[in-house]
């Protein structure tokens, strides 16, 4: 399904979707009906070579919807309960479900979601911009699923990744309820960007429990008051993952004034684990009362800047303004290592209040 760069979509009013793709069509009771004409074979090979069970969605023109819960493209893996007689109809793998967007998306009503995935891959491609003015509302939204085909396998949820390669723009918060650009509440999700993340005032750029945050080039721009990267990871993971991984190899983040924070690791609060933040190559700049890292943790977490997981480091550079903090912990358990070139007009450059002794600090 592909929306051209000719085409526009304009719909209104709540619960709106503006191009919703499914592995197989839902009848009028609401079961999922396997597609069983117009196919070369019946052997789940034969079904796939003819794209039964894919979901592939790109929009490349324009989709406006101003209505409030309304979701610009909806893309949904609903092949997992595919057992039995029907089982080669199952689509067991994150590959068999796209969506992307290389156009523009436009969502101003409360708690709309730009794009929303469900056991696939959603790109916000190179040319795409994903506008969220509404308040509550999400740019990108993935998260895992799993149904009665997928007894026996391992693992048993099929998973998402987002992955920002354009723009993603996000208005104020005027409520308790972030705007927020990638939102995942699946500890096996990834979060993926490379592109731009324009963040308002108390808004957030990335959000989660995923366990794999990586940011590869781009820029965050954070608003006022506003977070980068809130980052929580989480133990409630297919992948038995040790820890949680924020890696940053490029790019920069440009922190805003009155609060503002860079990257914010803190503890899930249900099933918590330790994250650690490797940073190679992405640099900072810090505005006025506001910070580049806080850590509020009691898991050991792990703040390299300036080093990669095999221990190689690489020289940063960041800004610091007035009243600014480079990097705050509280964890008790953890660590700081900074290899930071860092410039302050009056600001922190290491501010710990992990208590004296109990951790480590390091800057080269």
Not at 54 to 83: E, F, H, M, Q
Not at 169 to 189: K, Q, V
Not at 284 to 306: H, I, P, Q, R
Request: glycine share 14%; net charge negative.
């Amino acid at each position: 399904m592909n929306n051209d760069t000719t085409g526009t979509v304009e719909v209104g009013g709540k619960d709106s979707i503006g191009i919703l793709g499914l592995s197989y069509r839902i009848d009028s009771k609401g079961n999922v009906v396997y597609e069983k004409f117009g196919t070369t074979g019946t052997t789940k090979t034969a079904l796939i070579n003819d794209k039964i069970g894919l979901v592939d969605v790109k929009n490349s023109g324009k989709i406006t919807l101003d209505g409030d819960n309304s979701l610009g493209i909806y893309a949904k893996n609903n092949s997992l309960d595919a057992a039995g007689t029907n089982a080669d109809y199952l689509r067991d793998s994150i590959t068999y479900t796209n969506a992307a967007n290389d156009g523009e998306i436009t969502m101003t009503g409360k708690n709309a979601i730009g794009m929303i995935i469900e056991g696939g891959i959603a790109t916000n491609d190179t040319k795409g911009k994903i506008t969220i003015s509404g308040q509550e509302g999400v740019a990108m939204y993935g998260t895992a699923i799993t149904g009665a085909g997928m007894a026996g396998h391992t693992p048993g949820k099929i998973h998402s990744e987002l992955n920002n390669k354009g723009t993603i723009a996000l208005a104020d918060t005027t409520t308790s309820t972030p705007i927020i650009g990638m939102f995942t509440n699946d500890a096996d999700t990834d979060i993926l960007t490379s592109g731009t993340i324009n963040v308002g005032k108390k808004s957030y750029g990335i959000y989660g429990v995923s366990n794999k945050v990586e940011m590869t080039n781009g820029t965050i721009n954070v608003g006022d008051d506003g977070v980068g990267i809130f980052a929580t990871g989480s133990s409630d993971s297919e992948a038995g993952s040790i820890h949680s991984d924020v890696n940053l190899t490029g790019g920069t983040i440009n922190v805003g004034n009155n609060q503002a924070v860079g990257v914010f690791i803190a503890d899930d609060a249900t099933n918590p684990l330790k994250t650690t933040v490797y940073n190679t190559g992405t640099n900072m700049t810090v505005g006025t009362n506001a910070f580049g890292y806080v850590v509020d943790s009691k898991t050991g977490t792990e703040l390299n800047l300036g080093a990669n997981s095999s221990g190689a480091t690489n020289t940063l550079t960041a800004s610091i303004g007035t009243d600014s903090v480079y990097a705050y912990t509280n964890d008790k358990t953890g660590s700081v290592f900074s290899n930071t070139n860092i410039t302050t007009t009056g600001g922190k450059i290491l501010w710990d209040l992990c208590g004296w002794r109990s951790c480590e600090l390091w800057n080269d």
